[in-house]
């Protein structure tokens, strides 16, 4: 009986990741939350962005490239991609970079998964390379924040500590008060 | 009796016997030197993060300048956690070397110098504010004000937990003086009083980049309808409460002066090594988002932080002229320092003029975002009107300053 436990305690880890890998392996292929084309150039390309934009969290992106007439079918064109975020006016904050690599869930897609510091509104700036030249786009981000607390509490939370500090001071003080009466 | 005991924290030579009070002392030295460090090494990362917010803008939570604060924070926390818990054990074991009159008791359970208590209570109060920090970023921009709430919280750990550390060597050099001990002298000081000294001077750090905003952005407040310059009055508040706490914890002509210089070599140091640090992270000079200034040392601004020292010199002045008059009929009772009080308000009276106007001259000539830029300038008669508030914030500061540094004189725990 004892043995058994074991076992069962051991295998409750892997029990556990085995039950949360479909979960994972799901979480990327939702259903895309915006869906949008862009002209960039000679090339047309399809962004879609797979969760509700907020700052400081990854925004999932993904973007087709335009497809190719090949001997075998259609093909995704051979282009290069290159992607920034920068703030609109009226945004807080400093442009940063987004790293693009291949999407794992579809051939010759993108993936972005930039993460801005600052809610408000911004722009992804899209450049693109190949055979038929450059082209450039850009699609509009309207990332939201985390839900605000009022500026009132605010202050409460960052001043609490002089609270601790004056609890700690009275209880020490009360403590030493003890100690050198009883002459220790 | 002198009584061979193991510790884990001394280098003992086999038949070698040693005092338990010594060698505790030796393991709280080594302690506080290790912290002083790590202390150093996170304001440092601070007067960093500040430039980098200033020049390069925040771009993100995990900036080299924050990566630096964080982990000096994280060391200091956990050093602090793992010597009360360490010093709690040894309590409930009956080490002789940690007993009521080296430690103090902590939540009815713990036992543990009081000063590591506030030192990690401080840092868990800093570590508390970083993602709320964050978080307030998200909400209005990375160009937040230093007095921002969770900003304000920081401080505030930094604040206690430096607080603790002068409260930690202090209480060894009142255990040092207690027994007559000390190996390294200099200016009649020992190594412990000296190490104060350097604890009070980061503490002063901190307080002074606390109230710059006053200088710049709030330079005027006002009491009803009265508006009154912000930053003398500040001024006059800090400098009269360490100077008077470091006069009343040595006891030495010269000591609020020499811990005055202490802070302006800091200023040197972190002033030299924050543009190369700077330089070294960004990938290229277009992350600089201020057109026309760039990170770069200059000594001329940084000799101006001398000003500073003038309030603590008038301190030491006034301690001096003081010490030469009979004691007082009642030792036990703790006055403030009417001398001392006036010697800092017009210290600090005199160089807040300088100091307000250097900081707004080079704020100014660079093309600062808007949240940097400074004020308009304030009028003469807000300056006339912070005198008396100044004359009479100095002397509460000298009340406060001559009752904590009495307890840091005589308390060994």
């Known amino acids: 009986m004892k043995r058994f436990s074991g076992l069962r305690a051991r295998a409750l880890p892997f029990a556990l990741a085995a039950a949360l890998f479909p979960a994972t392996a799901l979480a990327h292929s939702g259903q895309p939350v915006t869906e949008t084309s862009l002209q960039a150039g000679p090339y047309r390309l399809e962004v879609a962005t797979n969760a509700a934009p907020r700052a400081d969290q990854p925004i999932p992106i993904t973007i087709t490239p335009p497809m190719e007439r090949t001997p075998m079918g259609y093909a995704p064109e051979p282009v290069a991609l290159a992607a920034s975020l920068r703030p609109a006016p009226g945004t807080n904050a400093v442009a940063i970079a987004a790293k693009v690599r291949p999407d794992p869930d579809r051939e010759g897609a993108w993936a972005i998964d930039p993460s801005v510091p600052v809610r408000g509104d911004w722009v992804l700036d899209l450049q693109v390379d190949g055979n038929r030249g450059s082209g450039a786009a850009k699609l509009p981000l309207s990332v939201a924040g985390p839900a605000p607390i009022p500026l009132w509490l605010g202050w409460a939370i960052g001043l609490s500590p002089l609270v601790g500090v004056a609890a700690f001071g009275v209880w020490q003080g009360r403590w030493l008060r003890g100690t050198m009466g009883n002459g220790r | ?413």
């Open chain 2, 1 to 413: 009796m002198i009584t061979p005991v193991f510790s884990p924290f001394t280098t003992m030579r086999p038949g070698a016997c040693i005092d338990p009070g010594e060698r505790e002392s030796r393991f709280r030295l080594r302690l506080a030197a290790a912290l002083g460090v790590l202390q150093f090494l996170t304001t440092l990362g601070l007067i960093w993060d500040e430039r980098w917010h200033l020049l390069v803008g925040r771009d993100g939570f995990f900036t080299p300048a924050h990566l630096v604060i964080y982990s000096g924070v994280a060391l200091v926390g956990l050093i602090a956690l793992a010597v009360v818990l360490i010093e709690t054990i040894r309590y409930y074991r009956r080490d002789p070397a940690v007993n009521d009159r080296s430690t103090t008791r902590v939540l009815g359970l713990f036992h543990a110098p009081l000063g590591m208590t506030v030192i990690g209570f401080g840092m868990f109060t800093l570590l508390l504010a970083a993602p709320l920090d964050n978080y307030w970023h998200e909400l209005y921009g990375i160009d937040v004000a230093l007095w921002a709430p969770f900003h304000v919280m920081g401080l505030l750990g930094g604040l206690i937990a430096c607080a603790g550390g002068v409260h930690f060597i202090a209480s060894e050099a009142a255990r040092a003086r207690a027994r007559d001990r000390g190996r390294f002298f200099l200016f009649g000081l020992r190594g412990s009083e000296l190490a104060t000294m350097v604890a009070a001077a980061s503490l002063l750090t901190l307080l002074l980049n606390a109230i710059q905003p006053a200088a710049l952005q709030f330079p005027t407040t006002w009491l009803g309808s009265l508006e009154i310059q912000t930053y003398p009055v500040l001024l006059a508040a800090i400098l009269t409460l360490i100077g008077v706490t470091i006069v009343s914890v040595l006891r030495q002509p010269g000591a609020a002066t020499l811990t005055g210089l202490l802070f302006v070599l800091q200023q040197f140091v972190f002033a030299a090594v924050a543009p190369w640090l700077i330089w070294w992270t960004i990938t290229s000079p277009a992350q600089l988002r201020v057109p026309d200034w760039s990170p770069s040392f200059s000594p001329t601004q940084t000799a101006i932080s001398l000003a500073f020292v003038l309030p603590l010199l008038l301190i030491d002045v006034a301690f001096a002229i003081r010490s030469r008059r009979p004691p007082t009929t009642d030792p036990g009772r703790r006055r403030p320092r009417s001398l001392t009080a006036l010697a800092g308000a017009a210290g600090a009276l005199l160089a807040a003029p300088v100091l307000v106007n250097a900081g707004q001259a080079v704020a100014r000539r660079a093309s600062l975002p808007v949240a940097f830029r400074p004020a308009e300038s304030p009028g003469p008669e807000s300056f006339l009107a912070a005198i008396p508030v100044a004359i009479v914030v100095a002397f509460l500061a000298a009340g406060l300053g001559t009752g904590w540094g009495g307890f840091l004189r005589n308390y060994e725990q």
